[in-house]
């Protein structure tokens, strides 16, 4: 039972290049957030998803882009990197009113 | 405007000893809450929840206290160990799904 799957770990991007982070869960929830973590500070909601096809905004999501084809997988599109995206990066799942499961985190450097 | 605050950035106890950490929400929406735990490079893991239907929440050493008519909520550990040297979310959610985090209290647990 793998839970919550990021990739990449680790990545460095130039500014203005674009990549997509995976996630991946397996698990069947249908409930997907994106967060971002910046140093010495919580976990801010990028996008997130109540169900495949259905997505919407969090705090931050300019920059980003997301989609939820299925159940299973909800990539995090960055276009335009900019230093300003530097971050750690977490996906979540759960099931309705109950506790999220994150992934290990992607660590992005913009430079 | 922060929705959920954790005013304390750091906390340090003494083994053995109860850990109390806090956490005030502005959004009266909010009906659920969770305390999540984070070690370094790693994700955070779910610790314990409360609804907004109940004022407490007890698993093993961990209690949550719910205050709403204070919009308050507390994590006690009791007894407090030093593996429980950690970063500790509050989050609360709406009935729409969507989390919002505190930005953390780091916990040191000293033997």
């Known amino acids: 039972n793998a839970g919550v799957t990021q990739t990449p770990k680790f990545r460095i991007l130039k500014i203005g290049q674009s990549m997509t982070l995976q996630c991946a869960q397996d698990?069947?929830?249908?409930?997907m957030y994106w967060y971002r973590q910046d140093p010495g500070m919580g976990l801010k909601l990028i996008y997130y998803?109540?169900?495949?096809?259905?997505?919407d905004k969090g705090e931050v999501p300019n920059g980003y882009n997301v989609s939820r084809s299925t159940t299973e997988d909800f990539p995090l599109r960055l276009e335009l990197a900019a230093p300003s995206q530097t971050s750690v990066y977490f996906c979540?799942?759960?099931?309705?009113?109950?506790?999220?499961?994150f992934g290990q985190g992607t660590r992005l450097t913009v430079v | 405007d922060q929705q959920v605050k954790q005013n304390s950035p750091s906390l340090s106890v003494q083994e053995g000893r109860i850990s109390i950490l806090n956490c005030d929400y502005t959004?009266?929406?909010?009906?659920?809450f969770l305390w999540y735990k984070k070690y370094p490079a790693e994700g955070p893991t779910f610790l314990i929840s409360?609804?907004?239907?109940?004022d407490k929440n007890e698993d093993g050493r961990f209690t949550v206290f719910l205050n709403k008519s204070a919009k308050h909520l507390s994590l006690h550990i009791v007894p407090s160990q030093p593996g429980d040297s950690a970063v500790y979310f509050c989050?609360?959610?709406?009935?729409?799904?969507?989390?919002?985090f505190g930005d953390g209290t780091t916990l040191t647990v000293k033997p």
């Open positions: 979540a799942s759960r099931l309705e009113e109950t506790e999220a499961f």
């Open positions: 698990m069947n929830h249908n409930y």
């Open positions: 998803s109540v169900g495949a096809g259905i997505t």
């Open positions: 959004n009266s929406m909010f009906d659920y």
């Open positions: 409360i609804s907004s239907i109940k």
């Open positions: 989050a609360a959610d709406t009935n729409a799904g969507k989390s919002t």
